[in-house]
C-alpha cells in the first residue's frame, strides 16, 4: 500500500504534470515542471467550492446527423470541425455561414478524427426547409456546467477542479477546450448520488458571469488553469 507522503507526491506530480500543458496569458511560455520539483515539498489551498464552468472547444463537435438528410455525410459523430475551404471554425454559427456562404454543392473539411486531423469533402446541398446549405449534422461548439475546486497552488495561482474529464453529454467524448474560464457560482440545489450514478450539484453562474480564473486544460485527471481571483470561504486560506 502507497503511504500518505507516497500518495501526496503521486497527486502533486499528476498536478503537476498536466498543468506542464497549461500556458500562461501574460508571458505565453509553458509552465515545465519535472518530477524533481513535484516531489519537493509545496503548498497548496484545498478546494471544496462550488465553481461554474464555461468551456469553449477546438472547433466545433458532431454530435449526431440529422436522421431525414436529404444527401449522405462522411462525417461521424465524435469529429471535430477544424475548417471550412482552410478558414478556421470557432463557432456553430461560424461553421453555418461559411457552410451557405461557400454556395457549393460540395465543401473541403478539415476534421480531426480520434485523434488525428483529417480532410473530408462533403456534400452542402440546400435545404428544402429554409434554403440554407447544410451538411446534415448538428454540432455543438461549447459547454457549461457546475463543478468543484480541487486545490490552489499559492506559489503559481494554478487551480486543478473536478477531479474528472469534461465530457460531451451525447457522444461521450472528452472535449478538447480553445478557452474557457471557471466562475463564482450559487449552489442551488444537490442530486444525491446512488449506487452506478453520480450526484450533481445544480447551481447558477452564467446570468452575473464573476469570473474568478481562466480554463486551459481539460484531462482525465480533471480541469486546469490559473485563478485570477481566490474563491470565498477558503478553510485553509494559508494551505497545507
Given amino acids: 500500500m502507497m503511504g500518505n507522503k507516497g500518495l501526496r507526491s503521486a ?43 464555461a468551456l469553449k472547444t477546438q472547433g466545433v463537435l458532431v454530435i449526431s446527423r440529422m436522421s431525414r438528410q436529404e444527401v449522405k455525410t462522411p462525417l461521424r459523430v465524435g469529429d471535430v470541425i477544424l475548417r471550412v475551404q482552410g478558414h478556421e471554425v470557432l463557432s456553430a454559427q461560424e461553421l453555418a455561414r461559411r457552410i451557405h456562404e461557400t454556395n457549393a454543392d460540395s465543401v473541403e473539411l478539415s476534421v480531426l478524427r480520434a485523434g488525428r486531423e483529417i480532410n473530408l469533402k462533403a456534400a452542402a446541398p440546400v ?58 457560482a450559487d449552489v442551488i440545489g444537490v442530486a444525491k448520488g446512488e449506487s452506478g450514478r453520480a450526484g450533481e450539484l445544480k447551481g447558477s453562474f452564467l446570468k452575473e458571469g464573476r469570473q474568478i480564473g481562466t480554463l486551459c486544460l481539460n484531462s482525465v485527471y480533471g480541469i486546469y488553469g490559473t485563478m485570477e481571483k481566490p474563491p470565498a470561504a477558503q478553510l485553509y486560506p494559508e494551505g497545507l
Fill in 11 to 53: 497527486v502533486l506530480y499528476a498536478a503537476a504534470a498536466a498543468l506542464a500543458l497549461c500556458v500562461n496569458p501574460e508571458t505565453e511560455r509553458s509552465v515545465q515542471v519535472s518530477s524533481a520539483q513535484a516531489d519537493t515539498a509545496r503548498v497548496l489551498i484545498p478546494g471544496g467550492q462550488a465553481v461554474g464552468v
Fill in 127 to 184: 435545404s428544402s426547409q429554409d434554403g440554407r446549405r447544410r451538411l446534415g449534422v448538428w454540432v455543438r461548439d461549447s459547454t457549461a456546467g457546475v463543478g468543484t475546486l480541487s486545490y490552489i497552488d499559492p506559489g503559481t495561482q494554478r487551480y486543478g477542479a473536478l477531479g474528472h474529464a469534461i465530457v460531451d453529454g451525447d457522444t461521450g467524448d472528452m472535449l478538447s477546450v480553445k478557452d474557457g474560464a471557471i466562475l463564482e
